[in-house]
Each structure stands twice: as structure tokens, then as C-alpha cells.
């Protein structure tokens, strides 16, 4: 399950062996003991492992187009596999950080408390992430008072743009903040500006510049780059533990938004190490073709031999070993690249179909982490879902067919259905075309064949 996923902008002065060095300070320089890979000696390697099959950090290079690759996997003794991936652009100046663990069902608890890792932290410390078009990228809170109005006054009104989203967290009338800002701004350094106005008096001078459509009195807005997500608005509600639950809202709802971004393959490990392999055996399909050459070559030498031979030339019989024997090595050489190169195509087949998979688990997973973010208005049973999204497209069918059925004039309970309905995102018939599917697939079922194992598994099953 993909838990976080962000590309950051960043400046000339981190060099690649400077980004090696930082990842490798990052797990060695962690908290928890058990995340240390014991006894790391980097001497400049650029294709090097280091740690064990349950704790390792693995580093690429792929030359071809400038880019380093560098994994940290953790294997949990209860099967649980955590992977942290740092992909490093030196072409583009951009870097993908992004963090994935094994699916379980506490991982949708854990994505509600959720905090950008640490590495981000170096990044920025470091000096080495470039400004969002002109706001510096960090880790601490703005405030918002007189001398800077104009911050969060121009991204309610539309007229700045930046590629990140903007938390502004405005003050209730008595001066108290909803939140703890600084940990808002902690728990989503690297993928968000977090603003918070200074003194509730600016109500006054920002509703004039807003046209009243700033929050006021502990609300929070989130500004989202995408026109087609917008703005959002989370209310303050005074009761006990309710600024946990709206930090917990706000850094929920960003990390969804920049987790759900597309991003190109070449900036995760498994497009890097598809392509690092579609290059060597393109590498062996030429050395194949060499090979080849030098086959031919080698035969009209040997025509040639011959008519040595025949002319009774004294060296004949020593040439004509010497060419058997380099026709023996290029046979060996074309078995061996011909074998090398089928299993490069198995692998890469086999990594392909892989991503297919958990890119489709992955948006199902996210579907329903996004639905988390609100109140429940009902919880599941004990029945599993043959696919995500099942259950809640069958309960959202009989409400939508209950608001078709009745003929009577709108009363409260059609607002209400007809609410739920468009809330949970309506009918996306998601259900009829898996069944459909299924239907054909089942007609001229006879056993579990590969094929069919292979479709059910694309459906989501």
C-alpha cells in the first residue's frame, strides 16, 4: 500500500555522491535501533547492497539518464515489508521520495497519524530543496499578520500559484489556535505551506481583501494546486480531542492529494529497474548481433583456409585451429547471451505485470483511505469485499434504486438518501462491469488456467 508518495524541487548543490551520503545518514542516523543496517562502508560504489534479505538498502545507477536509484527495504517479523525509495533526477533536479508497506488493516489507522519521513528533514536542513515558486519549502508554520497578508490573501483569491497545497489555520475570537501548528507543518514538511494567522484582530482587514471568503474563528482551509480538488474547509468544533482529530483531518486529506498525483515511471525503483534492465538486454541483443557478425566472418576465413589449404600453404592447418577454435567461443558466447537475454525478457515480463497489480491495488486502497477522512455513516461487517469498493457499491446501488422506486414528491428521507449517494461519489457501475466480465470469463470455464487466473487477478480479485 502506497503511504506517501511526493517529488520535491531540488538545487544544484546536492551532488550524487552528496545524495548517496545523505540516505546513508538517514538509516543511520534513525531513532529506532532496529531500522540501523549494521556495518555500512560506502567507498563511492554507484551499484552496491548493503544488509541482509530482511534489512537492506540497495543503490542504482542508471547512467543513461542520469539518475540514482536507492531502496531501504525492512522485512517485520511478522511479514510485514516496509520499502522507502529515493529516486534522484540529476537531468530534471527533481527527486521522488516515497514509502510503501505490505497491506494490512491497521495500515489505514497508521495513514491517519501519518508524518513525512525524516529524510525530507535532511533535505531541507540541508539547504538542498528549491523555493515553490518564490515560498521557501520547510518544515516550520508561517504567520500571517499585517506585514504579510498578501501570502495567503492571493491564494484565496486565486492569484498565487504554487505547486504544493496551502494549510491556513486561522485563530478563534479568544486567541486560541485549533491546532498545533508546528506539528502540522512537521508532519507535512515537503508536501505542504502551512500558514497560521497571528492575531484574531486581522479578521476585519482580511475579510475586506478576501471578499469574506477566508476562514476565521479556528477554521482551516487547504488549498489544493488542482483546480478540479480546489478548496477545502474543516471547522473548528469545541470539544475534547478535536484539534487532534483536525490535524489528524488536515495531514490525512494532503497526503491523499499528493499521493494520488501521477508521477513519472523513471522517478520510482521499479520503473528504474525496468528500464536499467531493458538496456542491458538491448546492451545484449547488439553484443548478440556482434557475435553474429564475427560467425560469418568466421566462415569466409575458413573458405579462405581452404583455398590456403589447397595451395599447400604451410601455416593452413594452424590457422584453421586457431578459427575452430574462436568459432567454438563465439558459439558459447551467442548460448550464453541468448540464455542471459530470455531471462532479462522473464524478469522484465514478470516486474511489469507486478506494478500492473499493485497500481491497481494501490488506487482501490487509496479509494477507501479517502472515504476514512469523513465520519463514518456506517461500518463494515464481517463479509470481505471480492474487490475494493465492492460493499460500497452494492449499498449505494439499493439507496439509488430505493430513490428511483418511490414516485412521490422530494420529501426528507429522498434528500437524505439522495445525499449519501452523491457523497460516496454515486453509482460507478463498477460492480455490473466486473460481474459482466467475470460472466464471460466463467462461460467456458473448465479449470483454474493461467489465463483466467490472470484476468480474475487484473479485475481485482
Known amino acids: 500500500m502506497l503511504l506517501f508518495s511526493t517529488v520535491l524541487p531540488i538545487n544544484d548543490t546536492l551532488t550524487k555522491d552528496g545524495f548517496i551520503e545523505l540516505a546513508i545518514r538517514w538509516n543511520q542516523g534513525s531513532r529506532h535501533e532496529e531500522n540501523v543496517i549494521p556495518d555500512i562502508e560506502w567507498n563511492g560504489e554507484r551499484n552496491i547492497k548493503f544488509g541482509n534479505e530482511k534489512l537492506w538498502m540497495q543503490i542504482e545507477e542508471y547512467r543513461n539518464q542520469n539518475i540514482i536509484a536507492i531502496r531501504y527495504e525492512k522485512i517485520q517479523d511478522d511479514g510485514v515489508v516496509w520499502d522507502t525509495d529515493f529516486v534522484m533526477n540529476f537531468n530534471e533536479m527533481k527527486m521522488s521520495v516515497r514509502l510503501d508497506r505490505s497491506y494490512l488493516e491497521e495500515a489505514l489507522t497508521e495513514y491517519k497519524t501519518f508524518s513525512t519521513p525524516a529524510f525530507i528533514a535532511l533535505l531541507i536542513d540541508g539547504g538542498y530543496v528549491m523555493d515553490d515558486n518564490g515560498l521557501a519549502i520547510g518544515r516550520k508554520p508561517v504567520a500571517i499578520n499585517e506585514k504579510n497578508y498578501s501570502l495567503i490573501v492571493d491564494v484565496i483569491n486565486g492569484d498565487a500559484h504554487y505547486s504544493l497545497p496551502v494549510v491556513y489555520v486561522s485563530k478563534m475570537h479568544d486567541e486560541r489556535i485549533p491546532v498545533n501548528v508546528r506539528e502540522v507543518a512537521k508532519r507535512l514538511k515537503g508536501v505542504a505551506h502551512v500558514f497560521y494567522q497571528?492575531?484574531?484582530?486581522?479578521?476585519?482587514?482580511?475579510?475586506r481583501l478576501c471578499n469574506k471568503k477566508n476562514e476565521y474563528d479556528g477554521a482551516i482551509g487547504i488549498y489544493f494546486p488542482s483546480q478540479a480538488v480546489g478548496h477545502e474547509k474543516i471547522l473548528n468544533h469545541i470539544f475534547p480531542g478535536s484539534g487532534k482529530k483536525m490535524t489528524d483531518k488536515v495531514v490525512s486529506r494532503v497526503i491523499q492529494y499528493s499521493n494520488v498525483q501521477r508521477i513519472d515511471a523513471l522517478y520510482t525503483w521499479p520503473g528504474v529497474s525496468n528500464a536499467l534492465l531493458r538496456d542491458r538486454y538491448s546492451s545484449k541483443r547488439e553484443e548478440l548481433a556482434r557475435s553474429q557478425a564475427a560467425m560469418k566472418l568466421y566462415?569466409?576465413?575458413?573458405q579462405i583456409s581452404q583455398y590456403e589449404a589447397q595451395l599447400k600453404v604451410e601455416d593452413a592447418d594452424q590457422k584453421a585451429e586457431k578459427m575452430k577454435k574462436e568459432a567454438e567461443e563465439a558459439l558459447e558466447l551467442v548460448a550464453s547471451v541468448d540464455e542471459e537475454m530470455e531471462?532479462?525478457?522473464q524478469q522484465i515480463e514478470t516486474l511489469t505485470k507486478q506494478n500492473d497489480s499493485l497500481q491497481s491495488i494501490n488506487e482501490g486502497l487509496l479509494a477507501k483511505v479517502h472515504e476514512t477522512s469523513k465520519m463514518p455513516l456506517l461500518y463494515f461487517g464481517s463479509e470481505d469485499?471480492?474487490?475494493?469498493?465492492?460493499?460500497?457499491?452494492?449499498?449505494?446501488?439499493?439507496?439509488?434504486?430505493?430513490l428511483h422506486d418511490r414516485t412521490e414528491a422530494q420529501t426528507r428521507r429522498s434528500d437524505v438518501l439522495g445525499d449519501v449517494v452523491r457523497s460516496n461519489g454515486g453509482i460507478t457501475g463498477q460492480t455490473e462491469q466486473k460481474k459482466n466480465k467475470v460472466k464471460e470469463l466463467m462461460n467456458a470455464y473448465t479449470a483454474m488456467t493461467g489465463t483466467v487466473r490472470s484476468a480474475l487477478k487484473e479485475l481485482g480479485f
Open 343 to 345: 531471462q532479462m525478457r
Open 198 to 207: 497571528e492575531h484574531s484582530w486581522s479578521d476585519s482587514a482580511l475579510h
Open 299 to 302: 566462415e569466409m576465413a575458413a
Open 385 to 402: 469485499e471480492f474487490f475494493p469498493g465492492e460493499i460500497k457499491e452494492i449499498v449505494l446501488e439499493v439507496l439509488d434504486r430505493e
